[in-house]
């Protein structure tokens, strides 16, 4: 059953960098059956997608962030990060990784999030 | 990027009530749409994908269809456990994936 689980500081300060982990276990981030990501949920506010990373390395960003996030693999370590940089108060949110899976045979598959992360609060004040 | 825009934004039913939740692209994305249920301080939950197909686990009274620009997602007959935050999601468009803004179903 494979696990996933976010770390990292709960309190950035403006313009600085919020840096998260996200820690899988159970499997390998290596398969070339997943791609890995990151979303966030303001404070009583929907779903954001942040962006995703292969095992390749190869990433794709929302646009919106595209300027100041980066994903990246730590295969050593089995983990994924995310670095958002010169945060301000409109970053504070509880940040999600997750695991996006194709389902059926469809090419190309339909991707959906099967396996998240309990989520961490991350309050940049 | 294509927006995804839920109906209603909330509803109230009551326990046995059959809901439907309608979720509009703004372009045709097939049938790559997924169904989120999200539950107050807990991490979203996968119930549909493929707009029509039900993940491991989930109860039979949840069901989606729709193919192109619209999709539901329909409960049969509403549970006091079914009270929570219902997203779409698109990944028709992988570089840049979207959620709906979120349907809060609460009981009458």
């Known amino acids: 059953q494979v696990q996933l689980q976010e770390s990292g500081p709960g309190l950035v300060k403006p313009s600085e960098t919020l840096s998260l982990t996200c820690t899988v276990s159970?499997?390998?981030?290596?398969?070339?059956?997943?791609?890995w990501a990151w979303i966030r949920q303001p404070p009583g506010k929907g779903l954001e997608w942040i962006g995703r990373v292969y095992s390749s390395g190869d990433t794709y960003y929302n646009p919106s962030l595209n300027s100041r996030v980066t994903i990246s693999m730590e295969t050593s370590r089995n983990q994924f990060s995310l670095t958002l940089n010169s945060v301000t108060a409109a970053d504070s949110a509880v940040y999600y990784c997750a695991r996006l899976y194709a389902f059926g045979v469809a090419i190309p598959g339909i991707y959906a999030l099967d396996v998240w992360g309990q989520g961490t609060p991350v309050t940049v004040s | 990027d294509i927006q995804m825009t839920q109906s209603p934004s909330s509803l109230s039913a009551s326990v046995g009530d059959r809901v439907t939740i309608t979720c509009r692209a703004s372009q045709s994305i097939s049938k790559y749409l997924n169904w989120y249920q999200q539950k107050p301080g807990k991490a979203p939950k996968l119930l549909i994908f493929g707009a029509s197909g039900l993940h491991t686990g989930v109860p039979s009274r949840f069901s989606g269809s729709g193919s192109g620009t619209h999709f539901t997602l329909t409960l049969s007959s509403l549970q006091p456990e079914d009270l929570a935050t219902y997203y779409c999601?698109?990944?028709?468009?992988?570089?840049?994936?979207?959620f709906g803004q979120g349907t809060k179903v609460d009981l009458k």
């Open positions: 159970g499997g390998s981030i290596s398969s070339t059956t997943y791609f």
């Open positions: 999601q698109q990944t028709y468009d992988m570089e840049s994936v979207t």
